[in-house]
């Protein structure tokens, strides 16, 4: 692992953290798919099972807006998602032309058993951590929070 000079505020180290924001995903991602053997999933259907699995009963519209999605985007992906099993539908009986979402047993051991090798694995890639860096990133998680909810509070722009 490279050591980099202490980042200026003329943005890099915003460039910087996003870039080892994508790196860190992906190798993780990469990671973890290597034990599963089960055909792999879209980050989008995987967002949109986790989704429903915190809030059963969402409706499309309100997984889309969530999601940051289009709506028929979100109905591609509950089509693709109800074939494997993984969702699904029921009426609404509020409004009988809405369906509401759940995810079905199979979806929740998938993603419950992702989960638990993904903190599996980042609890050891931070216990090798020394101890004060293990408390850095401790106490930088509060502005983590701060820049994903200012990410998921800034107003829709087009696509560029």
Known sequence: MTT?????????????????????????RRR????????????????????VMDSPGLR????????CLAGNSVSTLVNQLAAQDLLRREVDPN???AALLYATVAAE?????????????MAELVADL???ERAALAAALPALHRLAEGLRNLPDAEEE
Do not use: K, N, Y
Not at 60 to 67: D, G, I, N
């Open 109 to 121: 051991a998938r993603i419950e058993a992702w989960r638990r090798r993904r903190r599996a694995l």
């Open 60 to 67: 499309v519209s309100e997984a889309a807006e969530e999601l």
């Open 95 to 97: 409004d009988r032309r």
């Open 32 to 51: 973890l798919r290597r034990r599963v053997e089960q055909p792999r999933l879209r980050g989008a259907q995987v967002e949109l099972l986790r989704l």
């Open 130 to 132: 020394p101890e004060p």
């Open 4 to 28: 980099r000079a202490p980042a200026t505020p003329d943005g890099t180290v915003a460039d910087e953290f996003s870039a080892l924001l994508v790196g860190i995903h992906r190798m993780l």
